[in-house]
């Protein structure tokens, strides 16, 4: 029988006495009573900026910030992240779907221990063009998981490039940068544009977001090394994703956040107990037997 290595132990057993501690001390409530009325006070403060930005109301604006909202939402991640896989790019696809869940969880269990309020509609103007913008706006507003899974994953995903360019130079480091911050400035500018979101939400987000940047830019050589060569690694990665279920804090009023972040940490855990090489196998499998069907090798076998 495999043996479970200490850390693995020690890690489950202080997330348990975490959750038995901030339950019977009411940790939650307690944290909430502080930080949600600042938070609240500067949502009200900050609605005539929203109502500034919105004088620029105008149909393209529109359709442009809600493209944007939604190729950085989980949707199309969830969509992404499988053709990272197929394409042959294993390591990539897998960091950044364990980011995304490590974002996700993260930024949800904020939301709902602050539990603030988003921008008062009306009189700011919510634009929710898909169903999946309905659904967020039924949740509550710090920090802004776009902002937050914007800076994460646009950043690893260019730490990730450069790490593997051959020609890198100080042009190319400055243009990638470039990029990233200004996607990161229209994240947040069309959220506020959108009335999803007021500035200090934006500005949360972007701090949790580089914070887990930074942490996970540390800790994601460890996370890939275990995952592929580690020991105990599915029963460990279960046992974890269960208990964090209940370390998440519950909220002022039910939202959809715990449903979302449970759904994605579903994913990691699947992602994390495949053998590594699945993908590469099964896309050399395809290739043969499109390889063998084609017309042309057809002919030739004639």
Known sequence: ???????????????????????????????????????????????????????????????????????????????????????????????????????DYLGNCIKDLVSAPRPSCPPVRRVTATKEEKENAMEYGLPSSHTVNTVCLSGY?????????????????????????????????GRIYLGMHSLVDIIGG???????????????????NFIVSGQNVTPFWAALSLVLLFAYPTPEFPTPSYEFHTAFNGVALGIVSMDPQF?????????LSLISESPLLLVVQN
Request: with cysteine; net charge positive.
């Open 157 to 189: 995903l260019l730490y990730y490039v450069l790490s593997y360019a051959h020609n890198r130079d100080a042009v190319m480091i400055l243009a990638g940068v470039g990029m990233v911050c200004l996607l990161v400035a229209l994240i947040g500018t």
């Open 1 to 103: 029988m495999e043996s479970i290595p200490m850390w693995q132990g020690v890690s489950i057993c202080v997330i348990v006495s975490w959750i038995v501690i901030s339950s019977t001390l009411n940790v939650t409530q307690k944290l909430r009573s502080f930080i949600q009325p600042w938070v609240s006070r500067h949502v009200l403060t900050g609605t005539p900026l929203i109502l500034q930005i919105q004088k620029f109301q105008h149909g393209f604006l529109d359709a442009l910030f809600s493209g944007l909202s939604c190729v950085v939402s989980v949707p199309f991640y969830t969509a992404f992240l499988p053709l990272l896989f197929w394409s042959g790019h294993v390591r990539l696809a897998r960091q950044m779907t364990l980011l995304m869940a490590f974002c």
């Open 279 to 287: 993908f590469l196998s099964l896309k050399f499998e395809l290739l």
């Open 206 to 224: 972007l701090a949790i977001g580089l914070v887990i940047l930074a942490f996970w830019l540390t800790m994601h050589e460890y996370v890939d």
